[in-house]
């Protein structure tokens, strides 16, 4: 079965400060999404990258697929509080809406 | 974008009863629901597969006696914690999908917290 890492799996940086996150399968991507959860509540959907070598950017947040859709980056640059929170990927191994999720990336933005 | 609600968004029952959390497509219709759930401090892990007018489809490891699944209707499907234990405490999230041209896209609730006491 298909299986997703991400790391770190925790992150502390100072504000204005650029950082990244790797999601990385163990199977080839039909599609790979980027959200971002606040403890408690739900999933806010951040991206969608389907083909090998997408990038797309939103704001501050970028999120790339490398080649052999087998893994993602999401990066932010200069960081602020509003982007503390746990960030999730999730694949899709097919055109089904079903995901399986990497573990998580909790991001505190120190002020 | 299309919206997803949950409800409630927390519950808290006592040992022994069922809760039962509703997730509806508010402007679209969803052939497809999926149910996850989320410990603490844990990523989202799907439990089932709900499809309108057929039986749910669990993943291995969920009971499908104590998890009861009905999906009604295109806009509603619905999880029935059956005989709650504290164990069952968590954070279930629906996701319903749609066709988004080509594509499926999956739409999440904002989830419901479940403590059982």
């Known amino acids: 079965s298909q299986e997703l890492e991400q790391s770190p799996q925790s992150l502390i940086v100072q504000e204005g400060k650029n950082l990244t996150i790797n999601c990385t399968s163990s199977?080839?991507?039909?599609?790979l999404y980027w959200y971002k959860q606040k403890y408690g509540e739900g999933l806010i959907f951040l991206m969608m990258?389907?083909?090998?070598?997408e990038e797309k950017s939103h704001e501050k947040i970028t999120a790339k697929l490398d080649e052999k859709k087998q893994q993602s980056s999401l990066h932010i640059t200069a960081s602020q509080p509003s982007h503390a929170g746990i960030y999730l990927c999730g694949a899709s191994s097919g055109n089904t809406g079903k995901l399986i999720f990497g573990q998580g990336t909790t991001l505190q933005v120190k002020p | 974008g299309a919206v997803v609600s949950q409800h409630p968004s927390w519950v808290i029952c006592k040992s022994g009863t069922s809760v039962k959390i509703e997730c509806r497509s508010l402007?679209?219709?969803?052939?497809?629901m999926f149910w996850y759930r989320q410990f603490p401090k844990q990523s989202l892990m799907l439990m089932a597969t709900s499809n309108e007018g057929s039986k749910a489809t669990y993943e291995q490891g969920v009971e499908k006696d104590k998890f009861l699944i009905n999906h009604a209707s295109l806009t509603l499907s619905t999880l029935t914690v059956t005989s709650a234990h504290p164990e069952d405490s968590s954070f279930y999230i629906c996701?319903?999908?749609?066709?988004?041209?080509?594509?499926?896209?999956?739409?999440f609730g904002q989830g419901t917290r479940l403590t059982v006491v």
């Open positions: 402007d679209f219709q969803a052939t497809t």
């Open positions: 996701s319903a999908t749609t066709q988004w041209g080509s594509r499926t896209e999956a739409f």
């Open positions: 990258l389907q083909k090998g070598g």
């Open positions: 199977k080839t991507l039909y599609g």
